[in-house]
């Protein structure tokens, strides 16, 4: 738990009971990006092969929640769910079977998908309950941290921080062997187009494995952050031509660069020609417009899959906002597909939505939803103007929205960075509403919080493009950072030695700290 002391256990032992209890169920939490769902997948895959846990269980099942919500208790539960997971030669008759047998291991990810769901007692709660009170049935269940299952009983609590230092070498190796010599030289000349500069030879898969590493081992940022595997991803990704970029860059400018870099593709796909990465935003302000609502609309209802009908409403304020330029321009919801961020509908001509979506990870829904609110926030005549105030003051600390609020911090720090906004009353105003009543009581949470809006500014109090009110608001938050480290470090018990409840409170306290921080390294050099 929280209060005893973290010890690093291999995957292949965490079924070994440390007493005579039997162990049936697990949960790993970890925060995004740390490789939950991937960790699931290879779960499911090396025992496939017959390479984990051989002979313990007779089948498993790995089970994404964000796919079975919205159940309907007038039709069979289980013929739902396998109808969701389309698995082949498989029925709700077969998940019948399977459950009534047990002895099996039952896989659900990513529990913080579904959390409200569960909260308002749907029928996915009902399955998910029977699930966890079957006595002869295994579970894991995978959530980010502030969400918990209240159905699971005595479970072994573990935490996946991410990639260790050996990992992260492994990883970047094989990422680059893993893109085909064609595509590197495609890639190599599409750099060469945009930079109007003649390139020599394309750098050898090792080569730009090695550029990569060392880029990441001189910078304190990046190396702190490569520990999660989706930034180490967006490295690989984002720095194949040129590494050396990515120290300058925020984790909000990274997921800007990504973003970018799937608009670029999708004006070449509709175009056949290469649109710059600086015109790629207001080129396609339509679109993320569309994506930017419905990703806020999403996290509002706790959808990361993501409704037709919730589709269509935010696609018919979008149309009644910018009504289409003729009948031969294509139709608005054909530009928005063609953009390649929702899931399904790759190819489709429909001119309306029409079937359920979700963004590529629930990070790149953040991401919009904050770019979305940055827009609102800094508009008080919009509609969504006073939700949007009152999500940042009054649901600050809903787990939901504990990736957006860095991220919208970021943003609007960035436009202040670009000239868009010279003042920077959208960072005041953010912070002004951050900071007001109501606070929780404790402290940590929103000393926390605080943390991680400021590290998406860079921790930024000396610029000379900062406006001089918000270097000294920068600072004074900093300031109250560092006395939270401070009394962490040097407590000691008034009356001498450090009783065992104000050990298992450090303990809780350094194992938050250790977790939230970990993505703030520019705060950590502070």
């Keep these: ?204 898969t090792p080569k730009r494995a090695t550029q990569l590493l060392e880029v990441i081992k001189k910078s304190p940022t990046l190396r702190l952050l490569s520990h999660t595997p989706l930034y180490l991803r967006l490295f690989c990704i984002l720095g194949r031509d040129n590494p050396a970029q990515l120290a300058k860059k925020s984790t909000t400018q990274l997921y800007e660069e990504l973003i970018t870099n799937f608009l670029v593709y999708a004006h070449e796909r509709r175009t056949g020609n290469r649109l710059h990465p600086a015109e790629a935003i207001p080129a396609f302000g339509l679109e993320l417009l569309y994506l930017g609502q419905l990703a806020f609309e999403g996290l509002q209802a706790s959808q990361a899959v993501l409704a037709v009908a919730l589709q269509q409403e935010t696609l018919h304020k979008l149309i009644k906002q910018y009504p289409r330029e003729s009948s031969t321009a294509p139709t608005h919801w054909r530009r928005i597909t063609q953009v390649g961020l929702l899931s399904g509908y790759g190819n489709t001509t429909a001119s309306q939505p029409n079937q359920v979506t979700y963004f590529p990870h629930l990070t790149l829904q953040e991401w919009l939803a904050a770019h979305y609110l940055a827009r609102v926030l800094r508009t008080p005549t919009h509609p969504d103007h006073i939700l949007a105030t009152d999500l940042v003051n009054k649901e600050k600390y809903a787990p939901r929205y504990q990736v957006m609020l860095p991220f919208l911090a970021g943003i609007l720090y960035q436009h202040i960075l670009d000239g868009d906004d010279p003042k920077g009353t959208g960072l005041t105003y953010f912070w002004q509403l951050l900071e007001a009543q109501p606070r929780e009581l404790a402290g940590l949470p929103h000393t926390l919080l605080t943390a991680r809006c400021l590290e998406a500014c860079k921790v930024d109090n000396k610029s000379k493009r900062l406006p001089q009110s918000l270097q000294h608001t920068h600072t004074q938050l900093l300031k109250r950072q560092s006395r939270w480290l401070h009394a962490w470090l040097t407590y000691t018990h008034p009356e001498g030695d450090i009783d065992q409840h104000d050990r298992s409170l450090l303990i809780t306290i350094g194992w938050l700290l250790a977790t939230q921080l970990q993505g703030c390294p520019n705060l950590l050099c502070h």
Excluded: M
Excluded at 134 to 150: D, E, F, G, Q
């Design 1 to 204: 738990t929280l209060h005893k002391v973290k010890e690093s256990i291999k995957l292949e032992q965490i079924w070994a009971a440390k007493s005579n209890k039997s162990l049936r169920q697990i949960t790993i939490t970890g925060e995004a990006g740390t490789g939950k769902s991937t960790l699931t997948q290879y779960i499911a895959y090396s025992w496939a092969q017959g390479n984990l846990w051989a002979g313990r269980f007779p089948w498993l099942l790995q089970i994404p929640l964000r796919q079975i919500r919205n159940l309907d208790s007038r039709s069979p539960l289980h013929d739902q769910i396998a109808a969701k997971l389309s698995l082949p030669d498989f029925d709700g008759g077969a998940l019948t079977h399977l459950l009534q047998q047990g002895k099996g291991l039952l896989i659900l990810d990513g529990y913080d998908e579904v959390a409200l769901e569960v909260d308002k007692g749907s029928p996915l709660a009902t399955w998910l309950q029977r699930c966890c009170q079957h006595k002869a049935l295994s579970l894991i269940l995978t959530s980010r941290p502030n969400t918990t299952c209240p159905y699971l009983e005595a479970p072994r609590e573990l935490t996946l921080l991410g990639f260790q230092e050996q990992d992260i070498d492994h990883y970047v190796h094989r990422y680059y062997q893993a893109i085909p010599p064609k595509k590197q030289a495609q890639q190599e000349e599409t750099k060469e187009e945009e930079s109007q500069q003649p390139t020599t030879t394309t750098p050898t």
